[in-house]
Structures are given as structure tokens and as C-alpha cells.
């Protein structure tokens, strides 16, 4: 099982390369099946070929090599000329190539040699490895105040995260109109379930927070409801009492700013980015409201759910780890939850350094 449709096309090409079954060495027009070259030039220029000269494949259909092709020049700009001209094509004008053929200092080339880096990492099948390094350059980008260069690198993270995210085949929506809602509920009735709460959690709201080094650090509130993003109930805050890095205070600072909103209606569920000390910080704000809301943490490196361990007769706070397999409905939902608490304080970081 593979998380997206463009993942599985190019599992397809990777098993064909591997078992070269029978009935997929020729296609019914006896042309021989498509690749992707990428050349070893100063500037390596990516195309489709129809003969495996160290390209990626072999795709059985064009159309296959052109999606994806299509998908990732608009992430990644790319040289496909066969010779460089000496004017910028149409291709450089709708921003799909970098156009080597005005911009080659050694600056551009070194760019350039990044982007071909990160095509091959997609096309191997490490789209995490990618978005990690997009993460660390734009953390750095910011770092340095070259915030307009954060917001492109931010923008090609999103742009990935969305091309491997998991989709649905039009024939499922129908054969079933309500697919969407039907996954959404059995989501829910898993994290129910694997959590022990007592009711489906209806409204879910998940926290992060972002800083570098302290400075100028956001919070942010993300609000699902019934597993779908509700943005006009999202909140962001600018952390007051902490200037140094102390995610823990901080997440516990706006959580107690939050639940001061007595209007705003309150969560079944509150989701953390983070470990045992989140968790905790969330719990010790919410026994001084008197409060008894699941609290539940999912740490970003191994995906791990943390939430309280519930035993008679135990004075000390123990917690309960699970790994979930990566297919795992619940598992799904609470990433999405997670992941857009932090595009979401993230982008109002971003903000309030360029600010300054």
C-alpha cells in the first residue's frame, strides 16, 4: 500500500525495472516503454526516453512519465532543451525552467545542482528526505531574514506534501457519494477507540509552536471538526512571557490563553506537537481550569501517539506510547491535525520576524 497515486507510479516503474514481467517488456505498439533521463551536464537537462541509458523507469505508458514530468517541473524548474539557447524560451516565461541559458554563475549552478538532487530523491521515492531538507534550508532562510526565500521553500514543501498525499479514484466517489464523510467518521471511531475516550471527538484542536532560538515565537490553534479543517475557527499567538526556546512553557502559555476564550466552544480532544513534556504542560493548565479534556501528543520524528496512562490508585502521572502502522486511519487524521498546527504557526512566525 502506498500513501498517493503519483508514489504509486513510481512503485509500478521500480517493480517493472525489478521482476520485468512478461507482459510489460513491449507494449501492444511494439515501442519499448518510457524513461526519465536526467543528463550529467553542467546544467543536466531531464527528458523522456525511450531507451534506458541510466534513466528512471521504465513507466509502460506516456502518459504516466508526462504526469509526473508535469507535476514535478512546476515544483522544481528544470532544463529540457537539448541545446541551450541563447534567449530564455516560453518554458522560462511560465516559470518551468531556471533559465540556464541567462543564469550560469557558478551561484546558478550550484542551485541548479540542488534541484536536480531533490528531482532524483522524488523519483527514488524519498519525498521525506526532501521535505526535510526544504524544512532545514527554510529554517535557515528565516534565520537569516530572507523571508521571501522562506516562503518559496515553504510553498515547494506544501506543494510536495500534497502531491504524496493519499487520494481516492473517482470510480469510489461513485460508487459512493459520501466516501469523504465515511472516512472521516471511521478515522474518528479509531482515535476513540485507541485513545479510550468516551464519545467520537467531534471537535479536535491541535497546538504548535515556532521559534528560532526564541525569538519573535508564535503559537498556533488549528480546529477540525469531524475530521475537516474549520479555518475560520483558527487562532494564532504571539508568545509574551517566553524569550528564550522553551517549547513547553510556551505551548502551556497558549493553551491557558486559549482556554480563556470562555466563547469559544470547547475541544473533545487537544492534540500537542510534541512528547511527554507538551503533554504534561497541556494537563497541568487544564487541572488549573478544572478541566478534563484528552490530551494527546504525536512526536514528529517516529510518529509516536503519547497520551496519559489511567490506573487506580496511581498518584504519579504515567504515560502510554503507541507506534500506529503507517496505513492507520487514526494515525492519519491526528498528522493532519499536526502537520497543519504547524504550517499554520509556522506562516505567523514568518510574519512576525519580517516585521522586525
Known amino acids: 500500500m502506498v500513501e498517493s497515486e503519483f508514489e504509486g507510479l513510481l512503485l ?66 528544470y532544463r529540457s532543451c537539448k541545446k541551450i539557447p541563447k534567449k530564455p524560451c516560453l518554458y522560462f516565461h511560465l516559470k518551468l525552467c531556471p533559465g540556464v541559458c541567462i543564469n550560469q554563475s557558478e551561484k546558478d549552478k550550484k542551485n541548479y545542482q540542488k534541484t536536480i538532487k531533490h528531482l532524483k530523491n522524488l523519483l527514488e521515492r524519498k519525498s521525506s528526505k526532501v521535505i526535510k531538507e526544504l524544512k532545514k534550508e527554510m529554517n535557515k532562510s528565516a534565520e537569516n531574514e530572507e523571508f521571501e526565500k522562506a516562503r518559496e521553500i515553504r510553498d515547494k514543501v506544501s506543494q510536495i506534501e500534497w502531491l504524496i498525499q493519499k487520494r481516492h479514484l473517482v470510480d469510489e466517489y461513485l460508487e459512493n457519494p459520501y466516501l469523504l464523510e465515511d472516512i472521516r467518521q471511521r478515522e474518528l471511531k479509531e482515535v476513540k477507540k485507541i485513545l479510550n475516550l468516551k464519545k467520537i471527538p467531534k471537535r479536535i484542536e491541535g497546538f504548535d509552536i515556532s521559534n528560532i532560538l526564541g525569538g519573535k515565537a508564535s503559537g498556533g490553534m488549528v480546529v477540525f471538526l469531524d475530521g475537516e479543517p474549520e479555518k475560520s475557527l483558527y487562532r494564532r499567538f504571539k508568545i509574551k512571557t517566553e524569550e528564550k526556546p522553551n517549547d513547553i512553557a510556551m505551548i502551556k502559555e497558549v493553551i491557558s490563553r486559549r482556554l480563556k476564550h470562555k466563547e469559544w466552544e470547547m475541544p473533545n480532544l487537544i492534540l500537542v506537537d510534541g512528547g511527554k513534556g507538551q503533554v504534561k504542560g497541556a494537563m497541568e493548565i487544564l487541572r488549573l481550569f478544572r478541566l478534563k479534556i484528552p490530551v494527546v501528543g504525536l512526536a514528529k520524528k517516529l510518529e509516536i501517539l503519547i497520551f496519559p496512562k489511567i490506573e487506580p490508585n496511581e498518584s504519579k502521572l504515567k504515560f502510554k506510547e503507541i507506534k500506529l502502522p503507517n496505513d492507520s486511519l487514526a494515525l492519519n487524521l491526528l498528522k493532519r491535525i499536526r502537520d497543519e498546527a504547524h504550517r499554520f504557526a509556522h506562516l505567523y512566525h514568518l510574519k512576525l520576524r519580517a516585521l522586525v
Open 12 to 77: 509500478e516503474a521500480s517493480l517493472i525495472k525489478k521482476y520485468q514481467p512478461k507482459y510489460n517488456v513491449r507494449l501492444k505498439d511494439d515501442k519499448s516503454p518510457l524513461y526519465i533521463k536526467i543528463t550529467e551536464e553542467k546544467f543536466p537537462r531531464v527528458f523522456p526516453a525511450r531507451k534506458n541509458e541510466g534513466g528512471y523507469g521504465p513507466y509502460p505508458q506516456a502518459k504516466t512519465v508526462r504526469t509526473i514530468l508535469k507535476f514535478l517541473r512546476r515544483i522544481f524548474p
